[in-house]
């Protein structure tokens, strides 16, 4: 095998990104796109002309929408080749995702050697946390990529590595940092949460006190803010919806312990007891992973390799430190956004493996309990199907195959409504606008009309008289809405229940379809009425 693999050095790289686009297809379109990714598709097939408006039109001091629209223009445009199924439109980002596999290679190569670049290359390929964003119909793959690449031109631009065949000219040089701000940039039209990853990446050069590296570094920031610029100026705006209703919470002190069972599991709720095993797990290898490095620093030979290793453990903790002070203030601790800083801590486990000096039994300890962990996020991954991954395309199938003329469907909440529509487009269908200046408002009026799916006051709006009402609610809604002491879905299901009767009641998983037949009394009440 090594043999072959002498003969061949392209050959390892090579499986490893077979192995990387392999685990990117499973079941890519057997899971129903959830509310973010049919918004996704929904909104990027307008135009961008029509999400400009449905962006940036004020609304109550703010902007419409907080996201930039690099990746929305980019799905627009993939669409139109190769169409709207699940999997094409999450095949955009299996690609995406499987090219971030190579630049890790390139990167780790850069920063230590090729083995280390194979290994990290095998970690982010095989990584259930990068697994699942590449293949989501949402930005983060696209951040991902793009940061990977920043951090990498950045590494070439600093030409101060262990390898010295990095060394480049000062023309080249220059280049990279152009390259560096271009990336940037692009980065912050995907997603506006990229300046903390920026921000950690650009102090670097203050803490080496390198002249040459702050001065590259600055002209990399007006390379990025001239390409951003066309945008900053609508910054504001949507600053000021943030700052005025936003659905994220304050983070907890516990909350940095568990991003990093996301970055070496997956983001969801796990069961018990694998979310334990999942948390505990992840706990050993990140602490035996800092254990190693402080003795790495005491040894005396190793001193050229220190900021190396340094310098990738900064960028995969300081994003996440960053974001968590200041979501202290106004929460934006959103554990997908920091992808780039997982694919930093995959670096990391991978200098861990081939260059730390451990020894091998400690190793292969590590590296039996981080394949449990690989097993258990790709499980959950490809096989969960609660909220907010709820079956919707099954629920809708069912609804279609019992339709009946002059039926509506009536979704509780625009979270069912999105996905339902994705999925069933020729079938009448409604939902109840949010609690208006609520944390869960975030669908403004200008959004609304991009997309041409507007939402109505109440459930007798909603309704449209239909002589049967097809209800769509997730089944936790009724004890979330007592939880928060909000009367909304009491109110919604005692009218379907005094001017209806229930003829059926079908839940797929979470996701609960009720049928309202015999209509009876007004059908035409106002709100509040």
Known sequence: MRSLFARRPWLPLTLILLLAFALRLINLGGRSLWYDEAFAVLFAEKGLSAMLYGTLTPVAGGAADIHPLLYYTLLNVW??????????????????????????????????????????????????????????????ALLGFLLTAATWCFIRAWSNTSDSRLETSRIRRWGYWIAFGVLAGLAMYTQQLAAFYLVALGLVPLMTRRRDMTLGMMVGAVVAVVVYLPWLVNLPGQLAKVSSYYWLEKPSIATPLLTIRSFLVANMDLPSPASMIAFFGGLFIVVLLLVQVMMFMRQPKTRAQRKLILLVLWLAAMPPVLMWLVSQVQPLYLERSLLPSALMLYVALAWLFTRSGMPRVIVSVIGGVGLLLVGIGLYYHYTYASFPYSPFQQAETYISDNWQEGDVVVHQNKLTALPGIYYQRDLPQYFIGDKAGSSDDTLALPTQETLK??????????????KRVWWVVFSRAETEYEAAGRTELKEAVTWLGEHYKIASREAFNDLIVVLYDYPQGDLSGKCGA
């Open 79 to 140: 669409m139109n080749v190769v169409g709207q199924s699940p999997a094409a439109v999450r095949l955009l980002n299996v690609l995406i995702g499987t090219a971030t596999v190579g630049l890790i290679y390139l990167l780790a190569r850069d920063l230590f050697d090729r083995k280390t670049g194979l290994a990290a290359a095998f970690i982010a390929a095989i990584a259930p946390f990068h697994v699942q964003y590449s293949q989501e119909t949402r930005m983060y």
């Open 453 to 466: 799916i507007m939402a109505d006051a109440c459930v007798q709006a909603a309704a449209h008289e239909g």
